[in-house]
């Protein structure tokens, strides 16, 4: 399948955020470092790898 043009620009400039596992909330109002390992379950940087 071919991506246009236009959707990978559109793509290539956009912002995603997965906000399913409460990962803004956590960063935003629990001050939260996702690029540390946490250890309660939630997804962080290293769980990522």
Known sequence: MDISDAAR????S???IDT?????????DLDEDLG???????MDLPLMK
């Open 14 to 16: 956009a912002i995603v």
């Open 20 to 28: 399913h596992v409460d990962t803004v909330v956590r960063w935003l």
């Open 9 to 12: 620009r559109l793509h290539d």
């Open 36 to 42: 540390t390992e946490t250890g309660n379950g939630y």
